[in-house]
């Protein structure tokens, strides 16, 4: 069994715990079989991923699309879960959740948006069309931010209070510059777009009780489907003594190579594109101190110019480490990538990021052989 395999194992077992335990909270003769269908499109979502994309990120991601445990006990006890005899066969596994767009284009999103002014009259919050918009930087949503609360509507969250009272699913989200995240989102300014690409949510940062809070609409089956309301998860921007202790977790370094690695991914295409400039702009603050712009676009123009594009890229180490040559003492992960560029076939190439004073990794350092 691959490593992948075994942590898949575990996230897959942990969330089927909790749905388990949501569901015995009520008494319902569907309770197995909705249990069952979620265990079946655990297992589908894993099996269309190739083996390159099965990184804990995309693992965890899958877990996330679920949603809470605590809304399939919601569904049952409210009668709006499908039945059985109500879905065709091809789409029996599917038909209790509601995270798979075809299913609901096929057999769901015809009746429930027969009328979308109707959805939008409840909240222009979120929306189901593929809608472009150009990137725009929010500069007050990057950063670490942790889940507080689950609530129906924003008014309803008082600061240093919490209402709900099960375990909150999500636990906590970093966003990244250039629109990147911790999880299977991507953002641009007050839109945040799902791991489908096909659904976005509006979020809203307010400040309260001297704390900053982000409300994220939790775009659930009930939301996506059926057309109502979505729930808010609450979460509050983390502080510099937060996110150190986030970092000491015991998955924290392994989490942090991840961060570091995604960071490092968005860099390198600024540079394979020539913008210089702009991969100057996204570096680390320590690193922009002791080289300036100009600097730096004169000596990678030099330095990767003759290369020629690159034809290939792949992770050959990372290491995560406290400490760096020549550099303050932090938090850094040396990475070396094998790289085959069109004039030169064989080069390794050492970046290392490390994380910045706000919170976010970014690249220190680089070096080509």
Not at 175 to 183: D, E, L, V, Y
């Amino acid at each position: 069994m691959t490593a992948e395999n075994k942590t898949w194992d575990s996230l897959k077992a942990k969330y089927l715990g909790q749905v388990a335990k949501a569901l015995s909270s009520v008494k319902h003769p569907r309770t197995k079989d909705v249990l069952e269908d979620v265990r079946c499109h655990l297992q589908q979502r894993f099996a269309e991923l190739e083996p390159d994309e099965q990184t804990r990120k995309n693992l965890q991601a899958i877990i996330t699309e679920m949603g809470p445990a605590s809304d399939y006990a919601e569904l049952l006890t409210s009668g709006e879960m499908p039945t059985r005899q109500s879905v065709s066969p091809k789409y029996l596994l599917l038909a209790a959740l509601v995270f798979t767009v075809i299913i609901a284009a096929m057999i769901i999103l015809p009746m429930a948006f027969s009328d979308k002014k109707k959805a939008y009259e409840l909240e222009e919050s979120w929306s189901v069309e593929n809608l472009g918009h150009p990137f725009v930087d929010d500069p007050e949503i990057v950063g670490y931010w942790k889940s507080v609360d689950f609530v129906q509507k924003i008014e309803d969250f008082a600061s240093g209070l919490r209402t709900w009272k099960d375990e909150l699913f999500l636990k906590d989200v970093r966003f990244m510059a250039g629109g990147r995240t911790s999880a299977s989102w991507t953002w641009t300014k007050d839109w945040l777009w799902h791991g489908d690409g096909k659904t976005k949510a509006q979020y809203k940062i307010k400040q309260m009780g001297g704390e900053t809070y982000l409300f994220l609409p939790w775009l659930s089956g009930d939301v996506t489907i059926r057309g109502q309301k979505p729930r808010y998860y609450v979460l509050i921007k983390a502080r510099d003594k937060d996110i150190i202790a986030k970092e000491t977790t015991p998955n924290a370094q392994q989490d942090a190579i991840n961060a570091a690695i995604d960071s490092t991914h968005g860099w390198l295409k600024l540079v394979d594109d020539g913008a210089y400039g702009q991969s100057w702009e996204q570096s680390a603050g320590y690193f922009k101190k002791a080289v300036s712009r100009e600097q730096f676009q004169k000596s990678f123009d030099a330095l990767r110019r003759p290369l020629g594009k690159v034809v290939s890229r792949r992770v050959k180490s990372k290491r995560y480490t406290k400490q760096a040559p020549g550099a303050p003492d932090g938090q850094y992960v040396i990475i070396q990538f094998e790289t085959s560029f069109e004039n030169k076939k064989s080069a390794i190439e050492t970046v290392t990021p490390m994380l910045d004073e706000d919170g976010q990794w970014r690249v220190s350092g680089y070096y080509i052989k």
